[in-house]
Protein backbone atom coordinates (compact mmCIF):
# COMPACT_ATOMS: atom_id res chain seq x y z
CA UNK A 1 0.00 0.00 0.00
CA UNK A 2 0.89 3.53 -0.89
CA UNK A 3 1.93 5.82 1.54
CA UNK A 4 1.78 8.35 -0.81
CA UNK A 5 0.03 9.42 -3.92
CA UNK A 6 1.63 8.76 -7.29
CA UNK A 7 0.88 10.52 -10.75
CA UNK A 8 2.39 9.02 -13.69
CA UNK A 9 2.31 11.48 -16.18
CA UNK A 10 2.69 9.64 -19.07
CA UNK A 11 -0.02 8.22 -21.76
CA UNK A 12 2.10 5.53 -22.72
CA UNK A 13 0.30 2.18 -22.05
CA UNK A 14 3.71 0.43 -22.13
CA UNK A 15 4.42 2.65 -18.86
CA UNK A 16 1.05 1.93 -17.51
CA UNK A 17 1.37 -1.58 -17.61
CA UNK A 18 4.65 -1.92 -15.98
CA UNK A 19 4.11 0.35 -13.03
CA UNK A 20 0.59 -1.97 -12.54
CA UNK A 21 2.68 -5.20 -12.49
CA UNK A 22 4.80 -3.47 -9.68
CA UNK A 23 1.68 -3.22 -7.83
CA UNK A 24 1.34 0.30 -7.14
CA UNK A 25 -1.87 2.21 -7.20
CA UNK A 26 -1.64 5.41 -9.61
CA UNK A 27 -3.38 8.15 -11.00
CA UNK A 28 -2.56 8.93 -14.77
CA UNK A 29 -2.22 12.52 -16.29
CA UNK A 30 -0.84 13.19 -19.87
CA UNK A 31 1.51 16.29 -20.63
CA UNK A 32 1.20 18.03 -23.76
CA UNK A 33 4.64 19.57 -23.77
CA UNK A 34 6.84 20.02 -26.88
CA UNK A 35 9.44 17.42 -27.06
CA UNK A 36 12.04 19.19 -29.23
CA UNK A 37 15.73 19.80 -27.98
CA UNK A 38 18.82 20.86 -28.80
CA UNK A 39 20.98 19.36 -31.01
CA UNK A 40 24.18 19.52 -28.77
CA UNK A 41 22.27 17.11 -26.53
CA UNK A 42 23.52 13.24 -27.06
CA UNK A 43 22.28 9.81 -26.29
CA UNK A 44 20.90 10.56 -22.51
CA UNK A 45 21.29 13.99 -22.25
CA UNK A 46 18.41 14.12 -24.53
CA UNK A 47 16.19 11.93 -22.37
CA UNK A 48 17.08 13.61 -19.07
CA UNK A 49 16.03 16.64 -20.81
CA UNK A 50 13.02 16.07 -21.54
CA UNK A 51 12.14 14.37 -18.56
CA UNK A 52 12.88 17.41 -16.39
CA UNK A 53 11.08 19.33 -18.99
CA UNK A 54 8.25 17.13 -18.54
CA UNK A 55 8.75 17.42 -14.51
CA UNK A 56 8.21 21.36 -14.90
CA UNK A 57 5.34 21.32 -16.79
CA UNK A 58 3.53 19.40 -14.20
CA UNK A 59 4.10 22.39 -11.77
CA UNK A 60 3.70 22.17 -8.08
CA UNK A 61 3.87 19.06 -6.18
CA UNK A 62 1.96 18.37 -3.25
CA UNK A 63 2.69 16.82 0.16
CA UNK A 64 3.09 12.85 0.08
CA UNK A 65 3.01 12.85 -3.97
CA UNK A 66 5.32 11.84 -6.58
CA UNK A 67 5.29 12.66 -9.81
CA UNK A 68 6.80 10.00 -12.34
CA UNK A 69 7.85 11.31 -16.04
CA UNK A 70 10.03 9.07 -18.56
CA UNK A 71 11.12 9.22 -21.92
CA UNK A 72 12.99 6.95 -24.44
CA UNK A 73 14.93 7.04 -27.19
CA UNK A 74 16.54 4.59 -29.69
CA UNK A 75 20.42 5.48 -30.40
CA UNK A 76 22.19 4.70 -33.70
CA UNK A 77 24.84 6.10 -35.51
CA UNK A 78 24.74 9.27 -33.47
CA UNK A 79 21.40 9.94 -33.78
CA UNK A 80 18.14 9.49 -32.16
CA UNK A 81 15.71 7.31 -33.92
CA UNK A 82 12.26 8.59 -32.31
CA UNK A 83 8.46 7.70 -33.31
CA UNK A 84 7.94 8.02 -36.58
CA UNK A 85 6.05 10.62 -38.28
CA UNK A 86 4.27 8.30 -40.79
CA UNK A 87 4.79 4.44 -42.06
CA UNK A 88 7.02 5.30 -44.78
CA UNK A 89 9.61 6.73 -42.01
CA UNK A 90 8.55 3.73 -39.31
CA UNK A 91 10.06 1.55 -42.05
CA UNK A 92 13.17 3.47 -43.23
CA UNK A 93 14.05 3.12 -39.41
CA UNK A 94 13.31 -0.59 -39.48
CA UNK A 95 15.33 -1.03 -42.49
CA UNK A 96 18.74 1.18 -40.76
CA UNK A 97 18.16 -1.01 -37.49
CA UNK A 98 18.24 -4.63 -39.54
CA UNK A 99 21.39 -6.34 -39.00
CA UNK A 100 22.99 -3.56 -36.70
CA UNK A 101 22.90 -2.95 -33.00
CA UNK A 102 21.60 0.47 -31.33
CA UNK A 103 21.61 1.53 -27.81
CA UNK A 104 17.90 2.75 -25.93
CA UNK A 105 17.89 4.95 -23.45
CA UNK A 106 15.05 5.56 -20.91
CA UNK A 107 15.61 8.46 -18.12
CA UNK A 108 12.41 8.42 -15.35
CA UNK A 109 12.08 11.53 -13.34
CA UNK A 110 10.80 11.67 -9.99
CA UNK A 111 9.08 14.83 -8.56
CA UNK A 112 7.97 15.30 -5.19
CA UNK A 113 7.25 18.58 -3.16
CA UNK A 114 10.60 19.63 -2.18
CA UNK A 115 13.33 17.76 -4.89
CA UNK A 116 13.72 16.06 -8.36
CA UNK A 117 15.50 13.19 -9.29
CA UNK A 118 16.14 11.71 -12.96
CA UNK A 119 17.86 8.32 -13.46
CA UNK A 120 18.73 6.72 -16.94
CA UNK A 121 19.13 3.13 -18.19
CA UNK A 122 20.56 2.18 -20.95
CA UNK A 123 20.51 -1.00 -23.12
CA UNK A 124 21.74 -2.31 -25.75
CA UNK A 125 19.92 -4.23 -28.58
CA UNK A 126 20.64 -6.59 -31.34
CA UNK A 127 18.63 -6.78 -34.63
CA UNK A 128 18.50 -9.93 -37.03
CA UNK A 129 18.64 -8.87 -40.26
CA UNK A 130 14.95 -8.10 -41.73
CA UNK A 131 13.78 -8.61 -45.66
CA UNK A 132 11.40 -5.90 -46.91
CA UNK A 133 8.40 -8.09 -46.55
CA UNK A 134 9.12 -8.22 -42.92
CA UNK A 135 9.79 -4.37 -42.45
CA UNK A 136 5.88 -4.77 -44.14
CA UNK A 137 4.38 -6.86 -42.57
CA UNK A 138 5.16 -5.18 -39.22
CA UNK A 139 4.40 -1.71 -39.80
CA UNK A 140 1.19 -3.08 -41.12
CA UNK A 141 0.08 -5.22 -37.88
CA UNK A 142 1.60 -3.64 -35.20
CA UNK A 143 1.51 -0.17 -36.17
CA UNK A 144 4.88 1.00 -34.25
CA UNK A 145 4.10 4.78 -35.02
CA UNK A 146 3.79 5.73 -31.35
CA UNK A 147 7.28 3.64 -30.25
CA UNK A 148 10.68 5.35 -30.57
CA UNK A 149 12.65 3.74 -33.24
CA UNK A 150 9.63 2.27 -34.70
CA UNK A 151 9.73 -1.06 -32.54
CA UNK A 152 8.34 -2.84 -29.56
CA UNK A 153 10.39 -5.12 -28.20
CA UNK A 154 7.09 -6.69 -26.63
CA UNK A 155 5.58 -7.94 -29.76
CA UNK A 156 6.52 -9.54 -33.42
CA UNK A 157 9.82 -7.72 -33.70
CA UNK A 158 11.09 -8.69 -30.68
CA UNK A 159 9.99 -12.56 -30.98
CA UNK A 160 11.15 -12.75 -34.31
CA UNK A 161 14.29 -10.38 -34.94
CA UNK A 162 15.26 -9.45 -31.88
CA UNK A 163 18.51 -11.94 -30.81
CA UNK A 164 20.00 -10.36 -27.88
CA UNK A 165 19.60 -7.47 -25.33
CA UNK A 166 22.26 -6.24 -22.67
CA UNK A 167 20.54 -4.75 -20.41
CA UNK A 168 16.96 -4.66 -19.20
CA UNK A 169 14.15 -5.55 -21.20
CA UNK A 170 11.52 -3.37 -19.51
CA UNK A 171 13.95 -0.08 -20.00
CA UNK A 172 13.59 -0.90 -24.12
CA UNK A 173 9.46 -0.89 -22.82
CA UNK A 174 9.93 2.53 -21.49
CA UNK A 175 10.42 1.72 -18.00
CA UNK A 176 13.13 0.85 -15.94
CA UNK A 177 11.18 -0.85 -13.26
CA UNK A 178 13.90 -2.21 -11.25
CA UNK A 179 14.58 1.98 -10.78
CA UNK A 180 11.04 3.02 -10.01
CA UNK A 181 10.95 0.07 -7.65
CA UNK A 182 14.03 1.30 -5.80
CA UNK A 183 13.15 4.71 -5.53
CA UNK A 184 9.52 4.03 -4.63
CA UNK A 185 10.76 2.07 -1.74
CA UNK A 186 13.03 4.38 -0.79
CA UNK A 187 10.59 7.20 -0.73
CA UNK A 188 7.78 4.71 1.32
CA UNK A 189 10.47 4.83 4.02
CA UNK A 190 11.09 8.69 4.18
CA UNK A 191 7.07 8.98 4.70
CA UNK A 192 6.78 6.18 7.27
Same mark, same amino acid.
Given at each position: ?????????????????????????????????????????? #?????? @????? &? *??? $? !????????????????????????????????????????????????????????????????????????????? #?????? @????? &? *??? $? !?????????????????????????????????????????
Amino acid at each position: MNTFKIILASQSPRRQELLKSLNYEFKTLHLNIDESYSPLLK #ENQITE @YLVEQ &K *SKH $Y !GKVEDHTVVITADTIVWMNEHALEKPKNSEQAKKMLQDLSGNSHKVYTSVGFTTKNDFKVFTDCTEVHFLEMNDNEI #EFYVNN @YKPLD &K *SGS $Y !GIQDWIGLAKINKINGSFFTIMGLPTHIVYEYLQNLTFKFM
